[in-house]
């Protein structure tokens, strides 16, 4: 099935779509060093990455008319900076939010199917009317804004079209949901917004996945069974205390038929620490120690036997007092690109182009590249069946 995948930065919502079946006809990014990763990892002969038509630079200027054929799947993370809701402020002229790009690729391309994912904070009660905005307008995106009209203008007109019941054009059938990566088997407490929406005309029925993996399976694990300990061959001297947690599992009256949420000790229990066994370290690909690491009140890093914190990309790099694990005794360090890649689920063998900041930029930025796959997976499951 033939895709196109926009604000692809490092590639984790490309790769899982393409671990999910598609194939794209175009992948876009501006950034030119996420762009000279993807080209290194094409180079490398990295599946999917080895097929993609890689284009650099500005979406806006992008002609979708060049692509010739049915386009089954639109995806991508449009940039959507905060801004205000207040007066009449013309959000759609803000050059740093792209979901008006988004919507435009959908109205042109008119594919089957699109999935597009955002930060949490989209979902704020501040930014109310605009995620409704933005849900309208993947509705009915040939109802397109008009030139000089304000967007709560846009917003109105849209409204009315929707209670109207029109059911002519091109129109989606639209649903949106938070999902936390945890909860799919990926590594990192990790909350996204996807919109996923087939055209109408299609007749598709869908939900979400289903959760697969949960907290209380890992507490259970860990201090009810003991299995995860065993698992990972820590003696009970080198074990945490537990506390609240322990407390928690104690009052667990079943054991939780869900797998249990995958921890950062899990992810890296193979790779050797880069602080304390360098050499050892060195063998493995972007996994060297960061000093710098310093822990203060709201940013004690990740604790080595939970899903890891949210790793975030900052303005300029890291950002301080993030990305970091802790270990059982408290002594704390930053994630190597290669660690962080984990907690991602990004495949081993991908390099990334840049330096130490720049990279876990593009890492920050990135959607786990296990939870796009299993969405894209039943979104592709239900195409399927159309044929």
Known sequence: MRSVEMFVGAGGLGIGVGLAGFEPVAVMDWDRWACDTLRENKANGLHPIMHWPIHEGDVRFFDFSGIEGD?????????CQPFSMGGRHRAFLDDRDMFP???RAVRELAPRAFIFENVKGLTRASFANYLEYIHLQLTYPELAILPEEEWLHHLTRLEDHHTHGAEDGLRYRVVKQVLNAAD???PQRRERVLFVGFRADTGI???FPTQTHSR???LWSQWRSGVYWDLHEVAQKDRPDGGKAKARAEKLIEKPTLAPW????????DLPDPELQPEAAASFHDHRFQPGARSYPGHTGSPLDEPAKTLKAGVHGVPGGENMLRRTDGTIRYFTIRESARLQTFPDDMVFHGSWTETMRQLGNAVPVDLARIVAVGVREKLEALV
């Open 71 to 79: 386009v089954d799947l639109v995806s991508g993370g449009p940039p």
């Open 101 to 103: 790009q988004a919507i």
């Open 184 to 186: 799919y088997g990926v």
């Open 205 to 207: 029925r869908w939900h």
């Open 216 to 218: 209380d399976a890992l």
């Open 262 to 269: 995958s921890t950062v000790r899990d992810a890296i229990r």
